[in-house]
């Protein structure tokens, strides 16, 4: 994935990152949809989106599968400051690209629409992310494990 | 001194106490699914191992991929430590496992040291 992002424009972070929401989505398919029971099928296709003139040219991924359907509206990543395992994944996804969007298919299962452009908004905060690292403000910290504690004691429990 | 080691192959988990009161887990490969119920199962025997007031290092230099199901387990493993009262301090995390956690807005829950040495600083301080 990440390397039919690349070939597709996008930088090597973005297509990192959109490798991480497709995997990220499979992943939710399969623990979620599935149960982890092996033998189901999905679906998965890409295809080149043109430049739009602002947010440049992209990709759109479409991911369906025969699980069971929920309501769209309930399919929500959670509050990160509820610091506990699980949840993660659908945060990611919508961090990640510039759409995400939900759908029961007819007849069965779900559809995820994807798409991502090369200076959409995702492009924008994984860059804003990259210059972070680089300038040394959002990477190493090193405050001690008491402070990291006492920062979110109430809710690390949860 | 090398305790327990769980390798398969795409990575392995080695367990080792750097000093009386520091543990090493040492992570290698891709974290990820299918991967992240071998990292459970060392991070408890790394905590279980640790002494009171000691620390946990997860050296995660050798990772070059992780997804949230792998960040979740750090998550369980973290508040395991904080039950126990031990420190579990993150290291070494390449850009591409780095980023994961600043998505999830954890990179500021986990001590993450940027190097091994810096992370036996920091367990040293707990």
Redesign the interface.
Known sequence: MAGTAKRFGFSH?SS??LA?AV??AL?NV??HGYKQEVGHPIWIKIWPLDDDGTLGPGLCIVIEDEAEQIDPSKIQGRD?DD????G??V??IR??VDEAEYAARDGAGMRLKLVKRTNGPSAKR?QE??T??ADGT?????????D??S??DGK??A | MHEGQSQNPDGSMDIRSHDQKTIVLSVSGEV??MRSPDLQNSLQDAIGKVPGKG?VIVDLSGVSYM???G???L??G??LS??KGV???LCSLQ??V???F?????????????TFD?AVE?AA??
Request: aromatic share 2%; charged share 25%.
């Open positions: 972070d990192s990152h991480l995997d990220e992943c399969i623990r990160l610091i506990r395992p699980g993660l994944g945060h990611i961090q990640v994984t992310l990259t972070r690292c959002g990477c190493d910290d090193l405050s001690s494990p008491a990291a504690s920062n979110h690390a429990g | 990820d699914i620390s997804d949230s199901s960040v979740a387990t998550v369980r973290l508040q904080r039950k420190g579990l301090v850009d591409r780095r980023s994961i600043e998505i999830a807005r954890l990179d500021t829950v986990f001590p993450i040291a940027g810096e920091a301080s707990v």
